[in-house]
Protein backbone atom coordinates (compact mmCIF):
# COMPACT_ATOMS: atom_id res chain seq x y z
CA UNK A 1 0.00 0.00 0.00
CA UNK A 2 0.99 3.48 -0.91
CA UNK A 3 2.73 5.82 1.93
CA UNK A 4 -0.35 8.39 2.87
CA UNK A 5 -3.19 6.94 1.60
CA UNK A 6 -6.10 5.45 3.38
CA UNK A 7 -8.59 2.05 3.01
CA UNK A 8 -12.43 3.39 2.71
CA UNK A 9 -13.76 1.91 6.88
CA UNK A 10 -15.87 -1.61 5.79
CA UNK A 11 -18.84 -0.52 7.22
CA UNK A 12 -21.54 -3.39 8.24
CA UNK A 13 -24.19 -4.49 5.38
CA UNK A 14 -27.05 -3.29 8.02
CA UNK A 15 -25.31 0.05 8.58
CA UNK A 16 -27.42 2.81 7.36
CA UNK A 17 -24.63 4.09 5.28
CA UNK A 18 -24.99 0.85 3.34
CA UNK A 19 -28.55 0.62 3.14
CA UNK A 20 -28.28 4.30 1.34
CA UNK A 21 -25.64 3.03 -0.68
CA UNK A 22 -27.62 -0.01 -1.92
CA UNK A 23 -31.08 2.09 -2.29
CA UNK A 24 -29.69 4.93 -4.89
CA UNK A 25 -27.04 2.58 -6.42
CA UNK A 26 -27.24 3.07 -10.62
CA UNK A 27 -30.15 0.35 -12.18
CA UNK A 28 -31.04 -0.60 -15.62
CA UNK A 29 -33.66 1.34 -17.20
CA UNK A 30 -36.05 -1.71 -17.77
CA UNK A 31 -35.90 -2.65 -14.53
CA UNK A 32 -37.78 1.00 -13.79
CA UNK A 33 -40.03 0.29 -16.66
CA UNK A 34 -41.42 -2.81 -15.50
CA UNK A 35 -42.48 -1.65 -12.18
CA UNK A 36 -43.61 1.64 -13.05
CA UNK A 37 -46.02 -0.21 -15.76
CA UNK A 38 -46.82 -3.15 -13.58
CA UNK A 39 -47.86 -0.66 -10.21
CA UNK A 40 -50.03 1.18 -12.92
CA UNK A 41 -51.88 -1.86 -14.22
CA UNK A 42 -52.82 -2.52 -11.01
CA UNK A 43 -53.99 1.14 -10.51
CA UNK A 44 -55.99 0.53 -13.32
CA UNK A 45 -57.63 -3.13 -12.84
CA UNK A 46 -58.13 -1.21 -9.33
CA UNK A 47 -60.24 1.87 -11.20
CA UNK A 48 -61.29 -0.74 -13.75
CA UNK A 49 -62.98 -3.09 -11.55
CA UNK A 50 -65.77 -0.56 -8.88
CA UNK A 51 -68.51 0.00 -9.50
CA UNK A 52 -66.86 3.95 -7.80
CA UNK A 53 -70.73 5.81 -8.78
CA UNK A 54 -72.04 3.80 -5.44
CA UNK A 55 -70.41 6.70 -3.57
CA UNK A 56 -73.08 8.89 -5.37
CA UNK A 57 -76.01 6.98 -3.21
CA UNK A 58 -74.29 7.23 0.32
CA UNK A 59 -76.32 10.04 2.37
CA UNK A 60 -74.49 13.06 3.35
CA UNK A 61 -75.26 12.05 6.94
CA UNK A 62 -73.13 8.79 6.96
CA UNK A 63 -70.37 10.98 5.51
CA UNK A 64 -67.40 12.12 8.81
CA UNK A 65 -65.27 14.03 6.02
CA UNK A 66 -62.81 13.84 8.51
CA UNK A 67 -59.69 12.84 5.94
CA UNK A 68 -57.94 13.31 2.42
CA UNK A 69 -61.07 14.57 0.58
CA UNK A 70 -63.38 15.51 3.24
CA UNK A 71 -63.74 19.05 1.35
CA UNK A 72 -65.12 17.95 -1.22
CA UNK A 73 -69.63 17.95 -0.42
CA UNK A 74 -71.58 14.77 -0.30
CA UNK A 75 -73.43 13.50 -1.91
CA UNK A 76 -70.77 13.35 -5.26
CA UNK A 77 -72.19 13.43 -8.19
CA UNK A 78 -71.98 10.03 -10.30
CA UNK A 79 -71.41 11.85 -13.58
CA UNK A 80 -67.67 13.34 -11.78
CA UNK A 81 -66.73 9.74 -10.47
CA UNK A 82 -66.99 8.65 -13.54
CA UNK A 83 -65.01 11.40 -15.26
CA UNK A 84 -62.61 10.37 -12.48
CA UNK A 85 -62.36 6.82 -13.06
CA UNK A 86 -62.26 7.66 -17.26
CA UNK A 87 -59.28 9.87 -16.63
CA UNK A 88 -57.59 7.55 -14.52
CA UNK A 89 -57.87 4.74 -16.75
CA UNK A 90 -56.43 7.08 -19.57
CA UNK A 91 -53.25 7.80 -17.40
CA UNK A 92 -52.90 4.13 -17.51
CA UNK A 93 -53.16 3.76 -20.78
CA UNK A 94 -50.67 6.43 -21.37
CA UNK A 95 -48.15 4.72 -18.96
CA UNK A 96 -48.30 1.35 -20.95
CA UNK A 97 -48.04 2.90 -24.22
CA UNK A 98 -45.01 4.98 -22.72
CA UNK A 99 -46.58 8.53 -24.36
CA UNK A 100 -45.69 10.67 -21.06
CA UNK A 101 -45.72 7.75 -18.98
CA UNK A 102 -44.42 10.35 -15.84
CA UNK A 103 -47.78 12.45 -16.38
CA UNK A 104 -49.52 9.51 -17.32
CA UNK A 105 -48.83 7.78 -14.03
CA UNK A 106 -49.27 10.33 -11.91
CA UNK A 107 -52.99 11.30 -13.31
CA UNK A 108 -54.05 7.91 -12.88
CA UNK A 109 -52.37 7.60 -9.14
CA UNK A 110 -54.28 11.06 -8.45
CA UNK A 111 -57.46 9.99 -9.37
CA UNK A 112 -57.19 6.84 -7.68
CA UNK A 113 -56.14 8.24 -4.88
CA UNK A 114 -59.33 10.33 -4.68
CA UNK A 115 -61.48 8.49 -5.63
CA UNK A 116 -60.32 5.60 -2.53
CA UNK A 117 -60.26 8.09 -0.45
CA UNK A 118 -64.29 8.87 -1.66
CA UNK A 119 -65.21 5.43 -1.48
CA UNK A 120 -64.49 5.41 2.38
CA UNK A 121 -66.97 6.60 4.41
CA UNK A 122 -64.74 8.66 6.48
CA UNK A 123 -62.71 10.22 2.96
CA UNK A 124 -59.40 8.35 3.93
CA UNK A 125 -57.66 5.58 1.91
CA UNK A 126 -59.00 2.19 3.08
CA UNK A 127 -56.47 -0.44 4.56
CA UNK A 128 -57.21 -2.57 1.48
CA UNK A 129 -56.15 0.22 -0.85
CA UNK A 130 -53.48 1.70 1.12
CA UNK A 131 -50.50 -0.45 -0.21
CA UNK A 132 -51.32 0.81 -4.00
CA UNK A 133 -51.50 4.17 -3.18
CA UNK A 134 -48.64 4.23 -0.49
CA UNK A 135 -45.83 2.69 -3.44
CA UNK A 136 -47.18 4.93 -6.54
CA UNK A 137 -46.51 8.07 -4.11
CA UNK A 138 -42.76 6.84 -4.28
CA UNK A 139 -43.03 6.23 -8.21
CA UNK A 140 -44.84 9.93 -8.63
CA UNK A 141 -40.87 11.27 -8.52
CA UNK A 142 -39.37 8.69 -10.91
CA UNK A 143 -37.56 10.10 -13.78
CA UNK A 144 -39.04 7.18 -16.46
CA UNK A 145 -36.92 6.82 -19.25
CA UNK A 146 -38.61 7.48 -22.76
CA UNK A 147 -38.28 5.44 -25.86
CA UNK A 148 -35.06 7.40 -26.50
CA UNK A 149 -33.21 5.04 -24.01
CA UNK A 150 -31.90 1.79 -24.05
CA UNK A 151 -33.54 -0.25 -21.42
CA UNK A 152 -30.34 -1.93 -20.50
CA UNK A 153 -29.17 1.45 -19.54
CA UNK A 154 -27.43 1.87 -16.26
CA UNK A 155 -28.44 5.50 -14.07
CA UNK A 156 -28.59 6.53 -10.14
CA UNK A 157 -32.06 7.90 -11.88
CA UNK A 158 -33.62 4.23 -13.03
CA UNK A 159 -32.17 2.65 -10.25
CA UNK A 160 -33.84 3.98 -6.99
CA UNK A 161 -37.10 4.48 -7.41
CA UNK A 162 -37.49 0.46 -7.96
CA UNK A 163 -36.16 0.06 -4.98
CA UNK A 164 -37.44 3.17 -2.51
CA UNK A 165 -41.25 1.35 -3.84
CA UNK A 166 -39.64 -2.00 -1.96
CA UNK A 167 -38.94 -0.67 0.64
CA UNK A 168 -42.71 0.87 1.38
CA UNK A 169 -43.97 -2.11 0.71
CA UNK A 170 -41.19 -3.41 3.80
CA UNK A 171 -42.64 -1.03 5.56
CA UNK A 172 -45.96 -1.00 5.15
CA UNK A 173 -46.22 -4.80 6.39
CA UNK A 174 -43.70 -3.13 9.49
CA UNK A 175 -46.13 -0.95 10.80
CA UNK A 176 -49.07 -3.33 10.11
CA UNK A 177 -47.33 -6.12 12.45
CA UNK A 178 -45.57 -3.42 14.90
CA UNK A 179 -49.01 -2.19 15.14
CA UNK A 180 -50.84 -5.48 15.84
CA UNK A 181 -47.67 -5.78 18.63
CA UNK A 182 -48.19 -2.68 20.49
CA UNK A 183 -52.38 -2.57 20.48
CA UNK A 184 -52.32 -6.12 21.54
CA UNK A 185 -49.27 -7.99 22.66
CA UNK A 186 -48.28 -11.25 21.52
CA UNK A 187 -51.47 -12.44 22.45
CA UNK A 188 -52.68 -10.98 19.08
CA UNK A 189 -50.88 -14.24 18.10
CA UNK A 190 -51.19 -16.99 20.61
CA UNK A 191 -54.61 -15.82 22.28
CA UNK A 192 -58.57 -16.34 20.93
CA UNK A 193 -58.02 -13.60 19.14
CA UNK A 194 -58.19 -15.47 15.70
CA UNK A 195 -60.93 -18.03 16.72
CA UNK A 196 -63.16 -15.41 17.64
CA UNK A 197 -62.47 -13.39 14.48
CA UNK A 198 -63.45 -16.94 12.68
CA UNK A 199 -66.39 -17.36 14.54
CA UNK A 200 -67.30 -14.06 13.51
CA UNK A 201 -66.63 -13.81 10.28
CA UNK A 202 -68.45 -14.73 7.03
CA UNK A 203 -66.44 -17.00 4.66
CA UNK A 204 -67.87 -17.09 0.98
CA UNK A 205 -66.71 -20.56 0.79
CA UNK A 206 -69.64 -21.90 3.06
CA UNK A 207 -70.25 -21.37 6.99
CA UNK A 208 -68.44 -24.44 8.17
CA UNK A 209 -65.17 -23.82 7.02
CA UNK A 210 -64.73 -20.67 10.03
CA UNK A 211 -66.01 -22.95 12.11
CA UNK A 212 -64.13 -25.91 11.26
CA UNK A 213 -60.71 -24.09 12.01
CA UNK A 214 -61.77 -22.07 14.54
CA UNK A 215 -62.54 -25.18 16.80
CA UNK A 216 -59.46 -27.22 15.88
CA UNK A 217 -56.31 -25.02 18.30
CA UNK A 218 -53.86 -24.84 17.50
CA UNK A 219 -54.61 -23.48 13.53
CA UNK A 220 -56.21 -20.17 14.59
CA UNK A 221 -53.06 -19.56 16.48
CA UNK A 222 -50.87 -21.03 13.47
CA UNK A 223 -52.74 -18.19 11.08
CA UNK A 224 -52.12 -15.53 12.98
CA UNK A 225 -48.95 -16.20 14.39
CA UNK A 226 -48.01 -16.83 10.05
CA UNK A 227 -49.34 -13.73 9.43
CA UNK A 228 -47.82 -11.64 12.86
CA UNK A 229 -44.52 -13.16 11.54
CA UNK A 230 -44.42 -12.30 7.97
CA UNK A 231 -45.50 -8.67 8.78
CA UNK A 232 -42.50 -8.13 10.59
CA UNK A 233 -39.34 -10.36 9.20
CA UNK A 234 -40.55 -8.40 5.45
CA UNK A 235 -37.92 -5.98 5.74
CA UNK A 236 -35.44 -8.73 5.89
CA UNK A 237 -36.91 -11.40 3.19
CA UNK A 238 -37.25 -8.06 0.87
CA UNK A 239 -33.41 -6.82 1.17
CA UNK A 240 -32.10 -9.88 -0.04
CA UNK A 241 -33.49 -10.70 -3.79
CA UNK A 242 -33.12 -14.67 -3.52
CA UNK A 243 -36.54 -14.20 -0.69
CA UNK A 244 -38.35 -11.20 -2.83
CA UNK A 245 -40.34 -13.91 -4.71
CA UNK A 246 -40.85 -16.21 -1.66
CA UNK A 247 -41.90 -13.49 -0.10
CA UNK A 248 -44.93 -12.44 -2.64
CA UNK A 249 -45.99 -15.96 -2.78
CA UNK A 250 -46.07 -15.82 1.08
CA UNK A 251 -48.63 -13.07 0.81
CA UNK A 252 -50.92 -14.41 -1.79
CA UNK A 253 -51.18 -17.12 0.79
CA UNK A 254 -52.07 -14.82 3.86
CA UNK A 255 -54.07 -12.59 1.96
CA UNK A 256 -55.99 -15.36 -0.01
CA UNK A 257 -56.93 -17.03 3.48
CA UNK A 258 -57.80 -13.37 4.86
CA UNK A 259 -60.35 -14.00 1.65
CA UNK A 260 -61.25 -17.09 2.29
CA UNK A 261 -62.00 -16.74 5.87
CA UNK A 262 -63.61 -13.36 5.93
CA UNK A 263 -64.19 -12.43 2.08
CA UNK A 264 -62.07 -9.41 2.50
CA UNK A 265 -60.79 -7.83 -1.02
CA UNK A 266 -57.26 -7.32 -0.30
CA UNK A 267 -56.02 -8.03 -4.12
CA UNK A 268 -54.42 -5.19 -4.25
CA UNK A 269 -51.72 -5.52 -2.37
CA UNK A 270 -50.88 -9.13 -3.43
CA UNK A 271 -50.50 -7.75 -6.87
CA UNK A 272 -48.73 -4.30 -5.69
CA UNK A 273 -46.36 -6.74 -4.20
CA UNK A 274 -46.15 -8.98 -6.86
CA UNK A 275 -45.30 -5.94 -9.60
CA UNK A 276 -42.33 -4.59 -7.02
CA UNK A 277 -41.16 -7.39 -5.67
CA UNK A 278 -41.09 -10.30 -8.53
CA UNK A 279 -39.10 -7.84 -11.07
CA UNK A 280 -36.57 -6.67 -7.89
CA UNK A 281 -36.80 -10.71 -7.07
CA UNK A 282 -35.02 -11.85 -10.31
CA UNK A 283 -31.36 -11.47 -11.33
CA UNK A 284 -30.17 -8.08 -11.84
CA UNK A 285 -29.67 -8.49 -15.58
CA UNK A 286 -32.82 -10.36 -16.72
CA UNK A 287 -36.15 -8.57 -17.62
CA UNK A 288 -39.37 -10.07 -16.71
CA UNK A 289 -40.42 -10.72 -20.00
CA UNK A 290 -37.02 -12.93 -20.87
CA UNK A 291 -37.66 -14.67 -17.03
CA UNK A 292 -40.92 -15.55 -17.94
CA UNK A 293 -40.54 -16.53 -21.81
CA UNK A 294 -37.19 -19.15 -20.27
CA UNK A 295 -39.59 -20.64 -17.74
CA UNK A 296 -41.68 -21.17 -20.91
CA UNK A 297 -39.09 -22.88 -22.80
CA UNK A 298 -37.63 -24.74 -20.15
Not at 280 to 287: E, H, Q, S, T
Amino acid sequence: MTAGTATAPVRPWWSPARLDERLVAPGPAFRLLEVHTLVALVIGLRLATRDWTLVAERPDVLTTRAHLVGWVPAPVPSWLLVALQVAGLVGVTLVVARRHPRWGFALAWATYTVLTGLWAASAETQHNDVLTVSVGAVLLLAQVPDRSVDPRDRRVAWGWPPRAALAVVATVYLITGVQKLRHSGVEWATGDNMAWVLRWGTSPLGDGLNAFVADQPPLPQLLAGGALVLELVAPVLLAVRVTRIPFALAVLAMHGSIWAFLGLDYWAWVLTVAAVAVPLGLPRDVPVLAAARRRVSG
